[in-house]
């Protein structure tokens, strides 16, 4: 079992830069590959990014290649996004994921065990 909690969402203009921060708790946390996901309200949950155990390996949807970047700190437990060039389309809620199922991150909603509560990013234009 381990439980996540997202920080960092707000509201910035477009052109922007946002961090999410994601905590771990209550298991190894580097036994977890860990992935981002974005909601808007009536659409289905999208993958945007993920990262392998070990954050040897991280890929990016199409969306945010070259502007979102993934990263880890195993031994703080916590997966951060950094989101570069923030755009109105970006405006969403964000959530981490964690599937101990894979060593690298799946793009699939339903290969991840456990979520967080989501935060909310909001790009103005």
């Known amino acids: 079992q381990v439980q996540l909690v997202e920080s960092g969402g707000g509201l910035v203009q477009s052109g922007g830069s946002l961090r999410l921060s994601c905590a771990a708790s209550?298991?190894?946390?580097?036994?977890?590959?860990m992935g981002w996901f974005r909601q808007a309200p009536g659409k289905e949950r999208e993958f945007i990014a993920g990262?392998?155990?070990?954050?040897?390996?991280?890929s990016n949807a199409a969306s945010v290649s070259g502007r979102f970047t993934v990263s880890r700190d195993n031994a703080k437990n916590t997966v951060y996004l950094q989101m570069n060039s923030l755009k109105p389309e970006d405006t969403d809620v964000y959530y981490c994921?964690?599937?101990?199922?894979?060593?690298?991150?799946?793009?699939?909603?339903?290969?991840?065990?456990?979520w967080g509560q989501g935060t909310q990013v909001t790009v103005s234009s």
């Open positions: 990262i392998s155990r070990s954050g040897g390996s991280t």
């Open positions: 994921a964690a599937t101990i199922r894979w060593q690298v991150p799946p793009t699939l909603r339903s290969e991840y065990n456990y």
């Open positions: 209550g298991h190894t946390f580097s036994t977890y590959a």
